[in-house]
């Protein structure tokens, strides 16, 4: 099973900036979509950006666009999401995963891989 390893999270301040890693080993990931979501306390986990692997492709939740910018190193086998100008909603628990074939924005259709999850809490 490929494995996938989040990192990058942590606490800022409104308008501040973060920067989140996922880690794949196992394999690459030439063939699949990768993306990011999140789920906050309470509420249903929902995906926020994604990316094909292949053509760099993205897609970002209206809720995110001009904010976030997803991206891949085909060398490191590593997604990132760019967090720029965050704000208090966007506090949640961060996933990275994985599916094969095209982007799908039902979470339930990633049924590939999952990482841990890394926290982002941003203070008003």
């Known amino acids: 099973q490929v494995q996938l390893v989040e990192s990058g999270g942590g606490l800022v301040q409104a308008g501040g900036s973060l920067r989140l890693s996922c880690a794949a080993s196992?394999?690459?990931?030439?063939?699949?979509?990768m993306g990011w979501f999140r789920q906050a306390p309470g509420k249903e986990r929902e995906i926020v950006a994604a990316?094909?692997?292949?053509?760099?492709?993205?897609y970002y939740a209206e809720s995110v666009k001009g904010r976030f910018t997803i991206s891949r190193d085909n060398a490191k086998n590593t997604v990132y999401l760019q967090m720029n100008n965050l704000k208090p909603e966007d506090t949640a628990v961060y996933y990275c995963?994985?599916?094969?074939?095209?982007?799908?924005?039902?979470?339930?259709?990633?049924?590939?891989?999952w990482g841990q999850g890394t926290q982002v809490t941003v203070s008003s």
């Open positions: 990316i094909r692997w292949s053509s760099g492709e993205p």
């Open positions: 995963a994985a599916r094969l074939g095209p982007i799908r924005t039902d979470q339930a259709r990633w049924d590939g891989s």
């Open positions: 196992g394999r690459a990931f030439s063939t699949y979509a």
